[in-house]
């Protein structure tokens, strides 16, 4: 008898892609150098005829290290079993969200650097996923179940119970439109928050109309200048008065930024205050909605999207949006280049972070790829700009 395994068609595939970084922060840390493994994987997946139209499905794939000694194979990127046939396609496990794959793929086509953070969720734990595809019509839809992003992807991935849907429609042969939703619920989780210490600060109000903070009128009397109003989200030293606790990483961002618009440079507390207590919260309910195009003409192309994400915690409920632009040409057969540019809108901020991002990529056949990719973000906060530049060699078998 032949194991059922023999008749399974097996592909082992992997990445090694490995870059020299140079990084500036900005303000006065230091800019580093170093050799990053970027993204590296090792995976196989298999497919099997089950007969009457099905086919099976099994992927596992892993995270490695490829920039030093130890760390090997780490955490599970994909791990994944399903079913296809003519009804579409069904994926259980671990894997790319919905909304990602939608219009994810829009907001982020680079190799790592990406565009304005936090524009997109990647991959999506404890997850059933339907796909299918009728014509220029393209669906996925997703539903997680106490699906918690753990390891690698917890500061990308979707937590909670929820679920999404995404629909891609190919208007022309060189013109697409996606559109995606996304919903996940952590309210049943208890969030555990460190405390933060910093020091005292002076923040009047007029400084704080500068820093783009919100004052609030504690009195409802109309005025914003007695000691019953506050700054939003900033912890004061006392009941009344202008100190405020300020982590030290953020004072001399604040106290740079106000020098730069109105001449003063207000004196940097020495206090020790707690910036925040530790505490234990109930998660939030995250909704995400994104609407993304995808335009090619010849040698060029060019893709534009929009997300936006709203956070409920506690009653309250805070959007941000995100708008992201793409710009590509193939420069030869072998070449290509890319440049985007992406901003970020918070509710009670008037502070509009922006990111520039340019990558140039080159082919040298046999899956091997040299590549340079290079990101200028700006936190609007009047902290100098950071910047990150990689310098890669791919190789993808």
């Known amino acids: 008898m032949i194991p059922v395994g023999a008749q399974a068609d097996v592909t082992v595939?992997?990445?090694?892609?490995?870059a020299i970084q140079f990084s500036d922060p900005g303000g006065s840390a230091d800019s580093t150098t170093d050799v990053s493994g970027i993204a590296s994987r090792f995976g196989v997946k298999a497919s099997s005829d089950l007969g009457n139209g099905l086919t099976a499905h099994g992927r596992y794939e892993f995270s490695t290290t490829t920039d030093k000694e130890g760390g090997g194979i780490d955490d599970t990127r994909i791990a994944t079993v399903g079913i296809s046939g003519g009804f579409g396609r069904v994926d259980v496990g671990n894997q790319w969200s919905s909304f990602y794959n939608t219009v994810g793929t829009d907001m982020d086509p680079s190799y790592w650097v990406g565009g304005i953070s936090g524009s997109t969720p990647y991959?999506?734990?404890?997850?059933?996923?339907?796909?299918?595809?009728?014509g220029p019509l393209s669906l996925q839809a997703d539903l997680r179940l106490n699906g918690k992003?753990?390891?690698?992807?917890?500061?990308?991935?979707?937590?909670?119970d929820g679920g999404g849907i995404g629909l891609r429609v190919a208007v022309t042969d060189s013109f697409t439109l996606a559109a995606a939703y996304d919903t996940e619920d952590q309210s049943d989780e208890m969030m555990t928050t460190a405390a933060v210490?910093?020091?005292?600060?002076?923040?009047n109000?007029?400084?704080?109309?500068?820093?783009?903070?919100?004052?609030?009128?504690?009195?409802?009397d109309g005025s914003l200048d007695d000691d019953e109003d506050y700054i939003e989200g900033l912890t004061r030293v006392g009941t009344t008065g202008d100190y405020y606790c300020v982590t030290a990483a953020d004072q001399e961002k604040k106290r740079?930024?106000?020098?730069?618009?109105?001449?003063?440079a207000p004196d940097l507390g020495s206090?020790?205050?707690?910036?925040?207590?530790a505490s234990t919260t109930k998660g939030a309910e995250t909704d995400r909605i994104g609407i993304s195009a995808h335009m090619s003409m010849g040698q060029f192309w060019g893709k534009l999207g929009w997300t936006s994400k709203e956070v409920t915690q506690g009653g309250m409920s805070k959007d941000t949006d995100y708008t992201q632009l793409w710009l590509g040409t193939s420069l030869s057969d072998s070449t290509s280049a890319m440049v985007g540019y992406g901003k970020s809108e918070t509710d009670g901020s008037t502070a509009e972070p922006d990111a520039?991002?340019?990558?140039?990529?080159?082919?040298?056949?046999?899956g091997l790829r040299l590549w340079y990719e290079g990101k200028s973000s700006d936190a609007d906060d009047g902290s100098d700009k950071a910047t990150d530049h990689y310098v890669g060699i791919r190789y993808d078998f």
Do not use: P, Q, W
């Open 123 to 134: 991959r999506s734990s404890n997850t059933i996923k339907y796909s299918n595809s009728v």
């Open 271 to 277: 206090d020790v205050c707690t910036v925040s207590a």
């Open 256 to 264: 740079g930024k106000i020098a730069a618009m109105d001449g003063t």
């Open 197 to 203: 210490y910093g020091t005292s600060f002076t923040i």
């Open 356 to 366: 520039l991002t340019l990558g140039l990529y080159h082919n040298m056949g046999g």
């Open 149 to 160: 992003a753990e390891g690698a992807d917890s500061a990308e991935g979707l937590r909670g």
């Open 205 to 220: 109000n007029d400084n704080a109309e500068l820093l783009g903070l919100l004052v609030v009128d504690g009195n409802d």
């Open 13 to 18: 595939y992997g990445r090694i892609n490995n």
